[in-house]
């Protein structure tokens, strides 16, 4: 990949970002001595982005961190107390913005919808009291199994105010992984609809899991949007009878807001826990200083809500007073360009999205991008996997024409956010992270725990706690100490691999555990990988090792070649030999017409590797592509 400067950031640019802001306000000279000063001191720094930010609070805190029980149980603003709701709705009452739209929202269809600040606010509230009659109280976990509807984000912010839990789920789960992940989490109460659309087809979610919700001991309720009755059912309409008026809840700084799950390679789901300081004071800074999102912007992400982006979209958005569009199914589908008409229709101005999208878009026909007016994009967040240099170059120099600046940001559940950003003050480089964020001591390190050299690769850590770093795993404090805290005694290994340049820009290459090591000399799945998309024949590919007596790993190949590619095996070998060297020559090529993917189009390299090795390939719920995994069994080593 390029490790040349390919974006400079524009005076202007600089002179009116909020991080020149912050820094003047933080009476720092630049944004290393910001960073310097936050590495040593992480409290200073957060509590200075709670400040900046003016994060309300009913009663303040006495204290930014307690670090007395063990860095792993780092507490946050101690003796504090606020909520979500009163930082991402209520502040904003007195507003004039507030009688003015919140969320845009389309169905796949094309049926649009929209709601302002005033009447969401009304709505969260007959919700909230609605689940209080319900019998819900303080600290209940809720659950929502719910596409990309405004009522989505209704319930998650209804659940909030009253001071219960919300467990987002990601909707395209089938009722095996709901019905675990109710169970773990003991939910109470699930927010679900009766269908949805994904592509053209009908989907009905509440039937997929109706006749398993009995396994669940815990559940109570069901709040169905649709006309399905029951026992348990309580109906949307219902919601209307109840009165808009409504308090929120005060919760202590660092009571559970958030439980979202991720899934290990092995074992049941691992619930991290938000706390209602924790998320809004990393989106604060995260999203509000770093990426530059202001109150007049226009956000877009299709993420989930099952995925913690959902929970990052719905608080960066409302947090800072701003409008958010939001969208049923796929972002190409029924228009192979949805996506970018709805940045074009809606004037987005600040967009999220993977380089899994891209992969994808940027193999369609250029003509259709032809009449699209982009114009209003002001910054592209990205995140979810690392680049390769192709699709980063399609993203940059096509659909932003030089000028638009890529925010790359590497993190994920477990820190509710990113450890790696980058930031307007400084040029770009392909892919690359120009900066760590403040506040998070981020570091690279061998498994020894010694600091890597330059371009050297190693293990991303954190030498503290964050802010917005889960509250161990939902009851499951063994599993959070042995996952995170114990690989490297006392640093947090998040399980990323990293390496930084000699002018201090930072590089993924993937997740360590699919490091692949030929020979004593390791390669990030990533480097392999950008060989072969960067020779215009393939689609998709992924690069996994598979362990080998003599040698460590053999590299296997998995590649979807385009429509037009009849390239064969030999081609693709002298490609990586030319590029990386004879040492990392693949041992098998494989052609499948898909790989495993997530519903968020992450290619999954540990079922791979797994299927390949014929080993088990562990939680496979979230795979949009089941089908995928018998084909590349079918190649099994």
């Not at 606020?82 to 913005?97: G, S, W």
């Amino acid at each position: 990949m390029s490790k040349e400067i390919i974006w400079h950031p524009s005076k202007n640019q600089v002179q009116n970002s909020k991080l020149t802001k912050f820094i003047k306000y933080c009476k720092t000279k630049d944004y290393d001595e910001l960073e310097k000063k936050s590495f040593s001191d992480p409290g200073w720094l957060w509590d200075k982005v709670i400040k900046f930010s003016d994060l309300k609070f009913y009663k303040p805190y006495t204290k930014i961190l307690d670090e007395s029980e063990g860095t792993p149980w780092t507490k946050w603003c101690v003796g504090g107390k606020t909520n979500i709701v009163l930082n991402c709705i209520d502040r904003h009452k007195n507003q004039e913005f507030f009688k003015k739209t919140f969320i845009f929202a389309e169905r796949e269809d094309g049926k649009e919808s929209s709601i302002t600040y005033e009447e969401f606010d009304k709505q969260i509230s007959k919700v909230g009291n609605s689940l209080k009659i319900n019998g819900f109280k303080k600290g209940d976990v809720i659950a929502l199994y719910m596409p990309q509807f405004i009522e989505t984000y209704i319930a998650y912010f209804a659940i909030l105010k009253i001071g219960c839990v919300v467990l987002p789920l990601f909707s395209g789960y089938g009722s095996k992984a709901v019905v675990e992940r109710l169970n773990i989490a003991k939910a109470k109460g699930i927010f679900t609809v009766e269908k949805t659309f994904r592509k053209g087809k009908e989907i009905r979610m509440f039937d997929l899991v109706k006749n398993d919700l009995d396994q669940v001991q815990s559940l109570s309720k069901i709040f169905l949007l649709g006309k399905d009755t029951g026992k348990k059912i309580f109906n949307w309409e219902n919601f209307n009878n109840v009165s808009e008026k409504l308090t929120t809840e005060e919760m202590n700084s660092e009571d559970p807001a958030i439980i979202h799950f991720t899934s290990g390679t092995t074992g049941k789901p691992k619930g991290c826990v938000y706390t209602h300081v924790g998320l809004v004071s990393k989106m604060s800074f995260d999203e509000g200083v770093l990426a530059d999102f202001k109150q007049n912007d226009i956000h877009l992400c299709m993420a989930d809500m099952g995925w913690m982006v959902g929970s990052k979209s719905a608080t960066i958005a409302s947090l800072h007073g701003a409008k958010m569009v939001i969208a049923e199914g796929v972002p190409d589908f029924p228009d192979e360009v949805r996506f970018w008409k709805l940045i074009e229709k809606y004037k987005v101005s600040w967009t999220e999205l993977s380089p899994a999208l891209i992969r994808a878009q940027m193999i369609k026909d250029k003509k259709l991008f032809k009449d699209l007016n982009l114009n209003s994009l002001r910054i592209v967040c990205t995140g979810g996997e690392p680049w390769t240099e192709k699709p980063w170059k399609w993203l940059f120099e096509f659909i932003g024409k030089s000028k638009v600046p890529i925010m790359n940001s590497a993190g994920g559940t477990e820190v509710s956010g990113s450890i790696l950003h980058c930031c307007l003050h400084r040029p770009f480089k392909v892919g690359s992270f120009n900066a760590p964020i403040p506040g998070m001591s981020a570091d690279i390190l061998t498994l020894d725990g010694k600091k890597v050299s330059t371009d050297e690769m190693g293990e991303l850590v954190m030498r503290k706690s964050s802010i917005g770093l889960t509250k161990s795993l939902w009851n499951d404090d063994d599993r959070y100490i042995k996952n995170y805290w114990s690989i490297i005694k006392d640093f947090w290994v998040h399980g990323d691999l990293a390496s930084k340049d000699k002018d201090g820009h930072w590089f993924l290459h993937g997740r360590s555990d699919d490091t692949i090591k030929v020979s004593g000399k390791r390669i990030g799945p990533s480097e392999l990988e950008s060989v072969i998309v960067k020779s215009g024949k393939a689609k998709e590919v992924a690069a996994v090792g598979i362990p080998d007596e003599n040698k460590g790993s053999k590299i296997i190949l998995s590649i979807v070649l385009l429509e037009n590619s009849e390239e064969k095996e030999s081609y693709f070998e002298n490609l990586v030999i030319n590029d990386l060297g004879k040492s990392f020559k693949p041992d098998k090529i494989i052609f499948v017409k898909d790989l495993p993917k997530t519903r968020n189009m992450k290619i999954m390299r540990r079922v791979i590797k797994s299927c390949l090795a014929k080993e088990d390939p562990g939680d496979i719920s979230t795979l949009l592509n089941p089908e995928s995994v018998e084909e590349i069994r079918a190649h099994a080593i």
